[in-house]
């Protein structure tokens, strides 16, 4: 039987044919994944067919997305198990990613259809429930607008859901006062709805609160710069609904949609659901 013929090639006909830097080759070298012969009168590397092999299964692995210290241990150490449950490891983490990511075009999407409706419902009433959610304050109304950020056993669970931004609802919720009809007074704080908070494996905080879908006006508002969240929300919300003869059941509570800047001021825009009876 004839010799099988032995092909070699010099890095840069490496480089050229597979679109890679000398550079990385050689880094390639030096982790031991190619092994090129030098001549020793010339100094040039040579890589033989096997080498070419190798480098090939190391192009497949990183087209996966797999850790050149994990591709190492497979070309030069793993048994078939090894190499199986490198790969099952990188699949579950790329499932994971494809949920995460799917969840943000989620979040993103119903964002950005609330924000696209935001000109057409404000000043418009419709009657729904407002979804049910659990609120947690994260910042204290006191005498300014900005309010007094939450202390004490509360910090740690704001804490733990902000480690969940992306699924948090910028929500305030409004304060009774002596007249049930009035409010003088909002909190601000994160919500989430029930199922999101069991999806995500969270505990209901003891300082958290419940709140539960009821009959309710929604609508949206606007408002400008600093301290004018109050005179807004009941010159766009409060009053036109208390005019049409609603009788109002329960704090209002609502979120932050955006904010942008028109004619060279902030403005704000908010969604907000009014209880009623």
């Known amino acids: 039987m004839a010799e099988e013929t032995k092909y070699s090639y010099k890095i840069g006909e490496v480089s050229n044919l597979f679109g890679l830097t000398n550079d990385t080759i050689r880094y390639y070298e030096s982790r031991g994944i190619v092994s090129p012969k030098r001549d020793e009168e010339s100094g040039y590397r040579y890589f033989d067919s096997w080498d070419i092999n190798y480098l090939l299964d190391c192009l497949r692995y990183r087209s996966m997305d797999l850790p050149l210290s994990d591709i190492e241990q497979m070309i030069k150490e793993d048994d078939v198990d090894e190499v199986e449950e490198r790969l ?4 579950t983490a790329l499932l994971r990613q494809i949920y995460e990511l799917k969840a943000m075009v989620r979040e993103i999407s119903d964002l ?9 419902r404000l000043g418009s ?40 931004m992306l699924y948090l609802g910028h929500t305030f919720l409004m304060t009774a006062g002596d007249d049930r009809q009035r409010f003088d007074e909002y909190n601000w704080g994160f919500s989430l709805s029930p199922d999101k ?27 400008e710069e600093e301290n004018t969240f109050m005179r807004f929300i009941h010159e766009q919300v409060l009053e036109p609904i208390k005019a049409q003869g609603f009788r109002i ?29």
């Not at 099952?88 to 699949?91: G, N, S, T, V």
């Not at 609330?114 to 057409?120: A, L």
């Not at 004619?263 to 704000?268: F, P, W």
């Open 88 to 91: 099952r490891k990188k699949e």
């Open 112 to 120: 950005r259809g609330s924000i696209s409706e935001i000109k057409s």
């Open 125 to 164: 009433f419709t009657i729904e429930k407002n979804p049910e959610m659990v609120w947690l304050c994260q910042r204290a109304k006191i005498k300014s607008e900005d309010g007094e950020l939450i202390h004490g056993k509360a910090v740690a669970a704001v804490q733990e859901w902000m480690k969940h």
């Open 197 to 223: 908070l069991y999806e995500l494996g969270l505990e209901i905080p003891e300082t958290a609160k419940f709140i539960s879908s009821r009959r309710s006006i929604h609508t949206y508002f606007s408002a």
């Open 249 to 277: 059941t329960h704090p209002p509570v609502g979120n932050l949609l955006v904010r942008v800047h028109e004619n060279g001021k902030m403005k704000r825009y908010f969604e907000v659901w009014v209880p009623i009876d």
